[in-house]
């Protein structure tokens, strides 16, 4: 089933609220804050796949977005994040991941986001990863991505072509710069003495 280019997976029930200002909240509220003006507001399939950037609640006032929070009362998991962000040059950051379980995949999620200099996936449960083709692709401004020191990926079933493809800026915590041909998802883990990542070991 097919709903708006939302791929095959039951329909959540979670919403998304845009406001003034840039905040982006994923909430299982379906009212927005009264005391704020709205820019967006509507439905976000977060246990769905989604096939395209336009699909997105938010995705005509995405020249305000600056910022997305992951509310603690969600009511369906955050199985995806396909395509989310595509594009969107003006993110600068998301927080609250750890109110986000068994997130499966991030294909095309921050791809473009010329903006995004740190991405600060602390909190984040990394253990039910396997789809990030192309996830940072494109992210021609970020530098640092923060995640806690445990951070590791699942064993085996993980896929991701040009995971960080252009991403030219990038740099681990122990000095791995970014390689055209080290652009896949094995360099999604944490940098340190015997093992080659883009990502650096929150030290909080």
């Known amino acids: 089933m097919k709903i708006g280019g939302v791929g095959p997976f039951l329909i959540g029930r979670n919403r998304a609220h845009l406001y003034a200002?840039?905040?982006?909240?994923?909430?299982?509220?379906?009212?927005?804050?009264?005391?704020?003006?709205?820019?967006?507001?509507?439905r976000v399939c977060t246990n769905a796949h989604y096939q395209l950037g336009s699909a997105m609640p938010w995705y005509d006032e995405r020249a305000s977005l600056r910022t997305c929070e992951f509310k603690a009362d969600l009511t369906v998991a955050v199985v995806s994040m396909d395509y989310w962000f595509y594009s969107n040059t003006t993110l600068t950051g998301v927080s609250g991941w750890e109110n986000v379980r068994g997130l499966r995949s991030l294909r095309f999620c921050f791809?473009?986001?010329?903006?995004?200099?740190?991405?600060?996936?602390?909190?984040?449960?990394?253990?039910?990863?396997?789809?990030?083709?192309?996830?940072?692709?494109?992210?021609?401004?970020?530098?640092?991505?923060?995640?806690?020191?445990?951070?590791?990926?699942?064993?085996?079933?993980?896929?991701?072509?040009?995971?960080?493809?252009?991403?030219?800026?990038?740099?681990?915590?122990?000095?791995?710069?970014?390689?055209?041909s080290a652009a896949g998802y094995a360099r999604m883990v944490i940098d340190r003495a015997g093992q080659a990542g883009y990502l650096t070991a929150n030290s909080n």
């Open 21 to 42: 200002g840039g905040a982006l909240e994923i909430t299982g509220s379906a009212t927005p804050d009264a005391t704020r003006e709205v820019l967006a507001t509507g």
């Open 111 to 180: 791809d473009g986001c010329t903006g995004l200099a740190l991405l600060d996936l602390c909190g984040l449960d990394p253990s039910s990863l396997k789809d990030l083709f192309y996830a940072f692709g494109g992210c021609t401004g970020l530098v640092t991505i923060l995640a806690d020191s445990t951070w590791a990926l699942p064993s085996s079933g993980v896929s991701g072509m040009n995971t960080f493809y252009n991403c030219t800026k990038l740099v681990g915590g122990n000095g791995t710069a970014y390689s055209s």
